[in-house]
């Protein structure tokens, strides 16, 4: 029943998620930000403000799984308050096998 209410929910949904990816070699420059960030690695004080299911359970529950994996280098950027904001994880092909 779960999985028949997931394909029909998303068979007409309208929301759109993407990934981002770089090559390395390429040379980049970062855009700045609208507000004042700094990065630093995920805490696990970060989790439970960043995750919060709320706001999008399908998107939430792979990242918490990332989290739960203990996928390394999750990165947040976080503001002058060091209110965590964003994160996203910069994953090599070593952890292939714990993503899937």
């Known amino acids: 029943m779960v999985l ?3 394909f029909k929910k998303r068979l ?3 929301s759109v998620s993407f990934g981002l990816q770089r090559d390395m070699e390429d040379e980049f ?6 507000i004042e960030i700094q990065i630093r ?4 004080d970060d989790v439970d403000i960043l995750l919060d299911p709320s706001v999008n359970p399908r998107i939430i529950s792979g ?6 994996e203990n996928i390394p280098t999750c990165y947040v950027a976080v503001t002058n308050e060091d ?8 994953i090599g092909y070593g952890e292939n096998e714990k993503i899937k």
């Open 63 to 68: 990242q918490q799984g990332m989290v739960d």
């Open 83 to 90: 209110k965590p904001c964003y994160m996203q994880w910069l």
């Open 29 to 34: 420059s970062a855009p700045f930000a609208n």
């Open 41 to 44: 690695p995920l805490r696990k």
């Open 4 to 6: 028949a209410k997931e």
């Open 12 to 14: 007409h949904s309208r």
